[in-house]
């Protein structure tokens, strides 16, 4: 009867660790289902292209300069007229017209408000404009700081 009672003692045992060894290879499992979820997000979407730039782009309050630098480099006083007086400037693509808006960075709800070249309202249409875009609008490249 002793055997019986450890076979029984040990089988719990070996029961409770089929339960833990079952409850960690299904956390491998969806630690791998994660991986792979998050391998698979790495491609660039269509929302991607609308936030990335090669380009950060600046306009002077003080005197209407239009800049850019390279996306690793950031300005903070304006280098023509050394006022701390830039602001970041985005772009609104207007899907009517295929047309992009580059104004000012704005903390308001109305953004651009309209396509400057066909009016049309253009609330949720904000872009990164590229350094192409920049130079279209008219900005100068600006050396380093």
Not at 22 to 34: D, E, H
Not at 42 to 59: H, L, R
Not at 62 to 73: D, P
Not at 91 to 113: F, H, K, M, N
Request: net charge neutral; glycine share 8%; hydrophobic share 35%.
């Amino acid at each position: 009867m002793q055997t019986l009672e450890l076979t029984s003692h040990r089988l719990g045992e070996v029961r409770a660790s089929a339960t833990v060894m079952r409850s960690g290879s299904s956390l491998l499992s969806l630690a791998g289902v994660i991986l792979v979820l998050l391998g698979g997000c790495s491609k660039k979407g269509p929302g991607m292209d609308a936030v990335e730039t090669d380009a950060n782009g600046y306009y002077c309050r003080n005197c209407q300069a239009r800049m850019f630098t390279e996306r690793r480099v950031f300005l903070e006083d304006c280098p023509k007229c050394c006022e701390n007086a830039l602001v970041d400037v985005v772009g609104y693509w207007c899907e009517t017209d295929q047309y992009l808006t580059i104004r000012p960075q704005v903390a308001s709800p109305e953004g651009a408000s309209v396509c400057e070249k066909c009016g049309v309202p253009l609330k949720a249409a904000r872009v990164s404009p590229r350094e192409k875009d920049l130079l279209a609008w008219g900005a100068t490249k600006a050396e380093s700081p």
